[in-house]
């Protein structure tokens, strides 16, 4: 079975980078035909797709998020990486990783979830 694990809650100072890692065990993500994507809930709404990465390689960002996103990989390591710069309190959320199966478009495995807060 397929699992996500972000990295650790923390907290980031406005203006400074946030940065996650997303750990895969139980699948390669470099197999065909799976997308890896960060989704983030900020307190009390919905959830917000902020991008993925193919399993190629590809990258896809949300268009009000696009500027400030990038999504990299470790493929030694089975992980990838959200980085989302200059950074405000309204990016305070629960942030998760997850696997989409693109033969589908359903996303079929999350991680738990981790806190990031932004603030002075």
């Known amino acids: 079975q397929v699992q996500l694990q972000e990295s650790a809650p923390g907290l980031v100072k406005p203006s400074q980078t946030l940065s996650l890692t997303c750990t895969v065990s139980?699948?390669?993500?470099?197999?065909?035909?799976?997308?890896w994507s960060w989704i983030r809930q900020p307190p009390g709404k919905g959830l917000e797709w902020i991008g993925y990465?193919?399993?190629?390689?590809?990258?896809y960002y949300s268009p009000s998020l696009k500027s400030r996103t990038s999504i990299s990989r470790d493929t030694s390591k089975n992980q990838f990486t959200l980085q989302l710069t200059s950074v405000t309190p309204e990016d305070t959320a629960v942030y998760f990783c997850a696997r989409t199966n693109s033969a589908y478009f359903e996303t079929d495995y999350w991680g738990l979830g981790t806190q990031v807060t932004v603030s002075s």
């Open positions: 139980g699948g390669s993500i470099t197999t065909n035909y799976f997308y």
């Open positions: 990465m193919t399993y190629a390689g590809t990258t």
